[in-house]
C-alpha cells in the first residue's frame, strides 16, 4: 500500500488564541502600530532581559535600520558571509556601502574567522555575522577580532567614535531564543536583528524586531526613538500619539522610511511569545527524533546542542554524504513524489545573478559550496508529528541508498 502523505515544509503553529487576539485587534478600531505593538516590544525586552526592543516589518528593516543608525554608507565596507540569504547583505547595499562577502570555515556553515578578520580594514565600519539555523555564532571570537583590529578603525561620527571598532551586527532571523555561553540570542551582540517572518520559530505573519547591549553613547530612550523616527517616515509622532484630542501637529524631523510593525502582526506575536517555550521544546524533541533515525553512514545533521550552546532549532539541515549537486537535487524531487518537502539553506550568494553582476565569483568561496552542493533542509516545526518523522526518514535514508546505488 502506498502512503499518500502532504508533509509541508514549515507551516505556521497558530492556534485559536492568536486568532481570537487578532480578532480582538480587528474589533478594536485600532490596527496599525499602536498598543499591541508596544505590548509586543516589552515583551520582547523582557524575555531577551534588555531595556528596549523595536518590533518593524521584517528583520532586513531590522538591519539596515540598524546600519543606517550608525551612519554607515557610501564609502564604508560591511563585512558579511557569503553562505545566507540575500537579506543579510543586500541592506549593504541600500544604504551605500560596499559588501565584502566571505567563504565560510571548511566544513562549516559559520564564517572562516580568520578570513574575516584578515578583510577588516579602514573602511571596514561594521561586521554582519549570520546565525544559521539557529545555531549562534563565535561571538566571543568576533568581538576579540574587532577589538584586535581597532587601531585600524576610523570613525566617521560621534556614534562610530563612541564604539571605537567595527560595530558587531548580528543576524539572527533564526536564533530567536538561542544561548552561547548561557547568554541569550540578543544579548551577544552590539545590535541583534530578529525575524518573525511566516516561516519563523515565532512568526507575525511578517515582522522582525531589534535589541542592542550597545546605545553608542545615547540613552535606550533616546535610541529607541530615533529607530521609530526611521520607520515612521522621520516622523516626530506616530499614529497612536496623533490620534489624541488635540494632537495633531507632527514634524518630519528627517526623510525617513516606512518599516513599521502593525497590531494585526503584534497580535499574533503576544501569543507566540506566551507559547514559545512549549514550541521551542517541541521542535527540540522532533530534533532529537530525527538524529536518532537518520543514517549517519550517509548523512551529516547539523548540530543544534552542545557543552555550551543550544540553537533554537530552526531549520534541520544535513549534507548527504558524497552526494554531487545533481544528486542532491534529484533527492529532492524524489522527497516531493513522497509527499516531504525539503529546502536547501543556503545557495550562496556568489552564485545569484545579483552578487555575479557585482563582482563576486563563487571560486572565491570554495568552502560554502562544498556545503551547499549536498546540503538539504527537512521539516522541522512544532506542529510535527513523531509519526511524520518516522516517515520522513524511512523514506530519506531509503532515497539516497537508491541513488548511490543507480551510479554507474
Not at 519563523?200 to 553613547?217: C, H, Q, R, Y
Request: net charge neutral.
Amino acid at each position: 500500500m502506498i502512503e499518500n502523505r502532504n508533509i509541508p515544509f514549515s507551516p505556521p503553529d497558530i492556534t485559536e488564541e492568536e486568532i481570537s487576539c487578532v480578532v480582538d485587534t480587528l474589533r478594536s478600531g485600532w490596527i496599525t502600530t499602536g498598543p499591541k505593538t508596544k505590548a509586543f516590544e516589552s515583551e520582547i525586552a523582557k524575555y531577551i532581559g534588555v531595556k528596549k526592543a523595536v518590533c518593524l516589518n521584517s528583520a532586513t528593516a531590522a538591519l539596515e535600520n540598524a546600519l543606517r543608525i550608525l551612519g554607515i554608507g557610501p564609502g564604508d565596507e560591511v563585512i558579511t558571509t557569503a553562505y545566507t540569504y540575500t537579506a543579510s547583505a543586500s541592506v549593504i547595499h541600500h544604504v551605500g556601502a560596499k559588501i565584502i562577502l566571505i567563504d565560510t570555515c571548511e566544513h562549516s556553515f559559520e564564517i572562516d574567522y580568520n578570513q574575516m578578520e584578515n578583510a577588516i580594514n579602514e573602511k571596514t565600519k561594521a561586521i554582519i555575522p549570520v546565525d544559521i539555523a539557529g545555531v549562534i555564532c563565535d561571538y566571543n571570537k568576533i568581538f576579540e577580532i574587532a577589538e584586535r583590529k581597532k587601531n585600524l578603525y576610523k570613525h566617521n561620527n560621534n556614534r562610530q567614535k563612541e564604539i571605537g571598532r567595527v560595530a558587531v551586527i548580528a543576524d539572527a532571523a533564526h536564533s530567536f531564543g538561542a544561548y552561547l555561553n548561557g547568554k541569550i540570542s540578543g544579548m551577544l551582540a552590539d545590535i541583534t536583528c530578529f525575524s518573525f517572518h511566516a516561516v519563523k520559530n515565532l512568526t507575525t505573519a511578517e515582522g522582525g524586531a531589534i535589541v542592542w547591549t550597545n546605545s553608542f553613547g545615547l540613552s535606550d530612550d533616546d535610541l529607541y526613538n530615533e529607530f521609530m523616527l526611521y520607520s515612521l517616515h522621520g516622523q516626530s509622532k506616530d499614529a497612536l500619539s496623533k490620534v489624541k484630542l488635540g494632537s495633531w501637529e507632527y514634524d518630519i524631523v528627517y526623510p525617513g522610511y516606512k518599516s513599521n510593525m502593525t497590531d494585526i502582526q503584534a497580535s499574533i506575536g503576544i501569543v507566540q511569545l506566551k507559547r514559545y517555550k512549549g514550541m521551542l521544546l517541541k521542535r527540540c524533541e522532533n530534533f532529537k527524533l530525527y538524529n536518532t533515525l537518520l543514517d549517519n553512514k550517509i548523512v551529516d545533521v547539523m548540530q543544534h546542542k552542545g557543552a555550551n550552546f543550544e540553537s533554537s532549532y530552526h531549520l534541520l539541515v544535513c549534507n548527504v554524504k558524497d552526494f554531487s549537486l545533481e544528486e542532491r537535487n534529484h533527492l529532492i524531487d524524489v522527497l516531493a513524489l513522497k509527499g516531504i518537502s525539503s529546502n536547501v539553506h543556503y545557495k550562496p550568494l556568489p552564485l545569484m545573478t545579483a552578487y555575479k553582476l557585482l563582482g563576486f565569483d563563487i571560486g572565491n568561496y570554495p568552502n560554502a559550496y562544498k556545503k551547499y552542493k549536498n546540503v538539504i533542509s527537512l521539516p522541522l516545526y512544532s506542529t510535527l508529528s513523531s509519526d511524520d518523522i518516522h516517515y520522513i526518514c524511512k523514506n530519506f535514508n531509503q532515497s539516497v541508498y537508491k541513488i548511490l546505488g543507480q551510479r554507474k
